[in-house]
């Protein structure tokens, strides 16, 4: 297994924490697909309860928003990794679906996203309950 991106992480840990405090009663959460687990019986007990590579790191239910998050500076390669290609599968099979994927390099660009991302659905009118969202 790879090496923890820590960067990756901090620039996650940022946006979690500005779109909790932006979009309070909006829920967000991890999907820890990639935790790097050492023991090939741990990997094996997550992998049987359906832990699967490639799917984007946050969720945001209410939206149906996917973000992928990437480093700041990241540039995907000219050949995909496995990794790469499995979240590419994922990320293309979710829009299939009619949930809204986007893969942002870093804490601003996922933050610029969200936000353009919540005037489209205000102008949709899309509703939760009888709340705007």
């Known amino acids: 297994m790879g ?20 979009h309070k009663g909006v829920e967000i959460f991890a999907i820890p697909n990639g935790c790097h687990i050492a023991s090939a ?5 997550f992998d ?7 799917i984007p790191d946050l969720f945001i239910p209410a939206w149906l928003l996917w973000i992928e ?13 496995d990794t790469e290609k499995k979240q590419q599968f994922w990320q293309n099979y979710l829009k299939e ?11 601003e660009e996922a933050k610029e996203i969200t936000e353009e991302f919540k005037k489209i659905r205000t102008g949709l009118l899309i509703t939760n309950h009888g709340v705007v969202l």
């Open 3 to 22: 090496t923890i991106n820590r960067e990756e992480h901090y620039e996650q840990v940022t946006y979690v924490k500005w779109f909790r405090s932006v």
């Open 41 to 45: 019986a741990n990997r094996a007990y």
């Open 48 to 54: 049987a309860e359906g832990r699967t590579s490639g």
């Open 69 to 81: 998050m990437k480093r700041k500076g990241y540039k995907p390669r000219k050949t995909l990794t």
């Open 97 to 107: 679906c009619g949930h809204w994927v986007y893969q942002c390099c870093g804490f």
